[in-house]
């Protein structure tokens, strides 16, 4: 198995750190995005405003 490479890694996937990820996959960075949770939720889940295809390598 290869080893994968990536420039970032956001930690949190609630709305700050899926938009930092987001942003940074659309200027060309190679982004890892981890969240402890299996789906989304909380007060302040907002994953309807990102698409998947943002995170598509």
Do not use: C, Q, W
Not at 9 to 22: C, D, L, N
Not at 23 to 52: M, Q
């Amino acid at each position: 198995m290869g080893v994968a490479m990536y420039d970032v890694i956001v930690v949190g996937a609630r709305i700050s750190g899926a938009s930092t990820a987001m942003l940074l996959a659309r200027a060309g960075y190679r982004v890892l995005l981890l969240d402890r949770a299996k789906f989304p939720g909380g007060k302040g889940a907002a994953t309807n405003l990102v698409h998947p295809r943002e995170f598509s390598g």
